[in-house]
């Protein structure tokens, strides 16, 4: 069971047999009257997003959650096909069920699935990747680290900006909870 208190962004609940996973809080104390948490929903299942108040102290339960280590192997049009590394059972997932997490997925990249009722619900990847930079403009000799910045196709698909210095070819890390470009890799 989680109090508001343990709100924060991330954390997943059930409500009435559903998982959400908040999006957003903001904890308010009027003037009058108790203090309540506002909260930012999505439901896991469909994705769709709710708006919840509940009362400070307020107590929700926290979902049975089953989770695997499973093995990304490829994708077809809307749909991945991963793999229980316990059991090497596969399984096809839907895009909206991955969320952003697809945008960073390379062929046999481990990472965690969510089941709720033997249904898979979410995606965590590790937190880095490093993946090889598919398209940018190439680097010109004095750019540097501090000049700027720079869109790139990795070859997952995904575009981030990265420095000036960056090279079609080059390797570099990710962090896949931003997106955001941390360093190259050598």
């Not at 903001?26 to 309540?36: C, I, R, S, T």
């Not at 590790?126 to 403009?137: G, K, N, Q, R, Y």
């Not at 575009?159 to 210095?165: A, D, N």
């Amino acid at each position: 069971m989680y109090t508001t208190a343990d709100f924060r962004k991330g954390l997943k609940i059930e409500i009435e047999g559903t998982p959400y996973l908040m999006v957003d809080f903001q904890h308010v104390k009027p003037g009058k009257g108790g203090a309540f948490v506002r909260t930012k929903l999505k439901n896991l299942l469909t994705g769709r997003v709710l708006d919840q108040t509940f009362r400070s102290g307020e107590r929700v339960k926290a979902p049975d959650f089953m989770e695997r280590e499973m093995q990304f192997l490829y994708r077809e049009g809307d749909r991945y096909c991963l793999m229980d590394n316990e059991t090497f059972e596969q399984l096809w997932v839907e895009a909206e069920k991955l969320g952003e997490a697809r945008l960073f997925l390379t062929e046999n990249l481990n990472l965690k699935v969510l089941f709720f009722n033997q249904q898979p619900v979410a995606a965590e990847l590790p937190t880095f990747a490093e993946l090889t930079i598919t398209h940018t403009e190439p680097g010109l000799r004095g750019d540097t680290a501090s000049g700027g910045s720079k869109p790139a196709t990795l070859e997952s698909g995904a575009i981030i900006q990265v420095p000036l210095f960056i090279n079609p070819g080059d390797r570099v890390k990710v962090d896949t909870r931003t997106g955001s470009y941390i360093e190259r890799v050598k």
